[in-house]
């Protein structure tokens, strides 16, 4: 009998966009105080990839996030949705780190874990969106890369992942060996087609619901020391790139000059409406 | 100290095509080092990086289009984009000296914001471990004083021939600049980022230009081939919204109430015989909508830089900001309508007639106007004859 496989799924913590709950400043730049932290929304279906490996193949699925200890909520959130272990990187000397840095904290997280067979990541988060992070980690790590999935295959013995990529307006398909990093792509779809499958998956579900509720038993807070980290290579002092200035997009004259019409005056709306029946012939 | 030079830019084909942010990059390096040359009275060059297989003519575009010298990689492998092999090429072409190069490394390096080009952005920089910016749309050069916690002890120093990578947020508000700097422990070069298609322009061809070639020689080890295509299909065009007179799209603007601002729009749209498109932050946004509204919050439908561009006669912006990746999908409708809350949003700068006001109220007045206007046209035109 083969090892049993380990999964990773990398999430991130990332403001809070959805209406009502996003707060901006005056100038329009994000109020990040006063916004609350989530689980990036893409990292949702990492997570449900990684399930889908779990009711598939077997194995245990570990989710490693960095930030500040507040982002245990975070990890919390990721294990409603399915984690059997909880990894929190939290460390002063982890803040501030552009992509280079993080993924350098990931490779050394995930050697400390004794490597995985595929780790997860959702595409983009919802706050930087660079998207570099994953392919840095998984190249630092010597890892077969995939981004953009939509759908993927095992086969655990052959040690080989199939995946079908979107690009743009073409599917691509590619294999390779494990361990592998996977990307999901937004469009990514798990598919159960048993219903052996279908059973576990709830069973799965009602489980990771039940430990979300006390997954601080679940969850190891690493520091720098434990992952043995250089600290030049990490956070602040191993990052590469810094952020000189976040200031609001000057404005380029404008392209077209629109007529401003109050929303609230019918008659304004009316003339609105007759200009679009006028344009739309 | 090591020596750092020129700038290099990834030029990304498809099927012996250049994809034209290829191009634009070409031309925005040439700007940028021919003041650059001036400024600091250097010799440094433009470099192009073309690598797939038949590529000879894509070489000589290369040339024409602003590059001094292409180091390109030919090779039946080489086909497609693959990580791997693409990564371990590039990175060493870059940090090896040769007849043509005498330093140790790029100073500069650009990246297409491509799908595959911004992951190749990520493993060659990852290699060459220095600094990446993503997604930008605006590059200088120039010295810049920064006074740093972990770049300069806090105390300010001048940084010399520093690229400043300007990138817009999600919003189309904010833009940061990114810098790459070195720290008291290292050196980071080249300077990096990927750049967002569309947001510079090309030279125009220029026939017989001169340049250097470079036919990069490499081994290709089967460790580093065991990543495959195993092929290609297209996907099926299921909603095409080009070819359409009206087009009225959903954004953020509906996130208060996702179902009924898609039946808003899509009710709007079936009356001006249209169809409904996406913003990007609708298609990502993971809404719960009623299970009849499900279908219509697809990527299909999604208008912008990574969606359809659309050419309509008359485009209706409901609750969408405008950022720089949307604009692109549509500013060259005719006539372009939108509605927003918020009287900043960008999208004010180029419709031409902007509704302030809350969609929710907004929509639901228009098309009732809409539905006894075409009673009256029916009239109207019956008065006529």
């Known amino acids: ?281 | 100290m090591a020596e750092y030079r020129d700038i290099w830019v990834f030029c990304e084909q498809r099927n012996g095509r250049f994809e034209n942010v290829s191009l634009e990059m070409l031309g925005e390096a040439r700007r940028l080092m021919d003041k650059y040359n001036v400024d600091y009275n250097e010799q440094e060059s433009v470099v192009a990086v073309v690598l797939g297989h038949n590529i000879e003519h894509l070489v000589k575009e290369a040339l024409g289009r602003g590059a001094d010298r292409v180091y390109a990689a030919d090779h039946s492998e080489l086909k497609d984009i693959r990580m791997q092999p693409y990564t371990k090429i590039i990175a060493n072409m870059s940090r090896q000296k040769d007849a043509h190069k005498n330093y140790d490394k790029p100073r500069y390096f650009l990246f297409p914001a491509t799908n595959n080009g911004r992951d190749l952005s990520s493993t060659v920089l990852a290699e060459l471990e220095s600094g990446l910016a993503s997604d930008c749309n605006k590059l200088y050069i120039k010295e810049t004083t920064i006074s740093h916690r972990a770049k300069t002890d806090g105390t300010p120093r001048v940084f010399y021939r520093i690229l400043h990578m300007k990138r817009p947020d999600f919003s189309g508000y904010e833009w940061s600049t990114i810098l790459c700097l070195d720290s008291p422990k290292m050196e980071y070069s080249p300077q990096a980022c990927s750049v967002i298609p569309g947001s510079f322009k090309p030279l125009p061809f220029q026939e017989n230009s001169k340049g250097e070639i470079v036919r990069y020689q490499f081994d290709l080890a089967q460790q580093d081939l065991l990543v495959t295509v195993t092929g290609h299909e297209k996907i099926p065009n299921l909603m095409d919204l080009t070819g359409h007179d009206v087009i009225v799209s959903a954004g953020r603007g509906i996130g208060k109430n996702p179902t009924e601002g898609l039946r808003l729009c899509i009710e709007l749209a079936r009356l001006l015989g249209g169809e409904m498109g996406l913003s990007r932050g609708v298609c990502t946004a993971k809404y719960t909508v009623e299970p009849a509204f499900a279908q219509y919050v697809t990527e299909a439908r999604q208008i912008g830089e990574t969606g359809q561009t659309v050419k309509p006669k008359l485009y209706i912006a409901v609750g969408i900001s405008g950022a720089i990746q949307h604009k692109k999908g549509m500013d060259q409708s005719e006539f372009i309508v939108a509605i927003n809350t918020d009287p900043m949003v960008p999208i004010h700068d180029f419709a031409d007639v902007f509704i302030q006001g809350d969609l929710f109220e907004v929509l639901p007045q228009m098309i009732e106007q809409i539905k006894t206007g075409k009673k009256l046209e029916v009239v109207l035109s019956g008065g006529k004859v």
């Open chain 1, 1 to 281: 009998m083969a090892q049993e496989l380990n999964y990773v799924v990398l999430t991130k913590g990332v403001p809070d966009f959805r209406e009502g709950k996003v707060v901006f400043k005056e100038d329009n730049t994000l109020n990040r105080a006063a916004t609350p932290t989530v689980m990036n929304p893409n990292d949702y279906l990492a997570l449900e990839a990684a399930l889908e490996a779990k009711v598939k193949y077997g194995g245990t699925v570990n989710i490693i996030c960095m930030g500040p200890p507040p982002y245990k909520k975070v990890v919390q959130e990721g294990m409603q949705r399915y984690a059997d272990h909880l990894y929190l990187l939290s460390d002063a000397k982890f803040a501030a780190a552009d992509t280079l840095a993080t993924a350098e904290a990931i490779r050394l997280a995930v050697q400390k874990l004794g490597g995985a067979d595929i780790i997860f990541a959702g595409f983009k988060t919802a706050d930087g969106e660079t998207g570099q992070t994953g392919p840095q980690a998984a190249w630092k790590l010597g890892y077969s890369l995939a981004t953009h999935v939509i759908r993927y295959n095992l086969n655990p013995e052959a040690g080989i992942f199939e995946v079908t990529r979107s690009i743009k307006d073409e599917l691509e398909f590619v294999r390779g060996p494990l361990p592998a990093f996977l990307v999901t792509d937004p469009a990514f779809k798990s598919e159960y087609r048993t219903a052996t499958q279908r059973l576990k998956l709830q069973d799965y579900r009602e489980e990771t619901k039940k430990r979300a509720y006390q997954f601080e038993e679940f969850l190891t807070i690493w520091d720098a020391a434990a992952l043995g980290a250089d600290e030049w290579k990490v956070g602040i002092k191993g990052s590469p790139t810094i952020v000189e200035a976040v200031d609001p997009i000057p404005r380029a004259p404008s392209e077209r000059k629109a007529r401003v019409i109050n929303g609230r005056d019918r008659d304004q709306l009316q003339g609105v409406v007759e200009l679009i029946l006028e344009r739309r012939a």
